[in-house]
Each structure stands twice: as structure tokens, then as C-alpha cells.
Nanobody, 116 residues
């Protein structure tokens, strides 16, 4: 599956952004989708994940601030990010895996910068 992430940008602390991820495959053919991020000089970390279209999980650092949603008709996954903090800065990647995939596929990433 091919993925295209967008929606990143520069935002002040306390602001909001919505990231979008377009999948080349219908959601009915995808088992799970996820967002990960990589901050400068740090390892990549999981942010949020949805499995079987219904079960969601979030990193403790973003719980209560980030929310996953989807438009199944358009094969779009969204990550609404509210009350952003400087530590949310990083490149955000969208990933997906289907029942016949040997591994996760990841898009090219979109940069989020939280700074005043």
C-alpha cells in the first residue's frame, strides 16, 4: 500500500493541526494504520494506531490531545492534534499493514514544528 501524508506546518504552542494520510488501498483491505513521529536526534516513536477500523490506541504523551478519525469512502486517515507542545515537533509518518503484507508500509512523512 502507498501512503501520502500531509498537513504539517509551523504552529505555536497550544495550537492545533490536522494531519491527513491518503492510502492507495481501500480500508477494507487494511488491518491497521498508524502514525509515528521522529524528533530531531531522537528515535522514531509510535503516536497513535487504529486496528480493524475500530480499536484505537495512543501514546501516553498524546492522550487527550490527539484524536484519530477516518473517511473510509476516501481512504483517508486523520490525526487531529490539539494543544500542541514543543515536544510534539518532528516528522510524522503514516503507516499501514494489510492481511497479506509482510511488513508495514510507510509514507514520506510531514514535518510538524511547534514553536513560538
Amino acid at each position: 500500500v502507498q501512503l501520502q501524508a500531509s498537513g504539517g506546518g509551523l504552529v505555536q504552542p497550544g495550537g492545533s493541526l490536522r494531519l491527513s494520510c491518503t492510502a492507495s488501498r481501500r480500508f477494507s483491505s487494511i488491518n491497521a494504520m498508524a502514525w509515528t513521529r521522529q524528533a530531531p536526534g531522537k528515535e522514531r516513536e509510535s503516536v497513535a494506531r487504529v486496528t480493524d477500523g475500530t480499536r484505537t490506541s495512543y501514546a501516553d504523551s498524546v492522550k487527550g490531545r490527539f484524536t484519530l478519525s477516518a473517511d473510509k469512502a476516501e481512504n483517508m486517515l486523520y490525526l487531529q492534534m490539539n494543544n500542541l507542545k514543543p515536544e510534539d515537533t518532528g516528522v510524522y509518518y503514516c503507516g499501514a499493514v494489510g492481511p497479506d503484507d509482510a511488513a508495514w508500509s510507510w509514507g514520506q512523512g510531514t514535518l510538524v514544528t511547534v514553536s513560538s
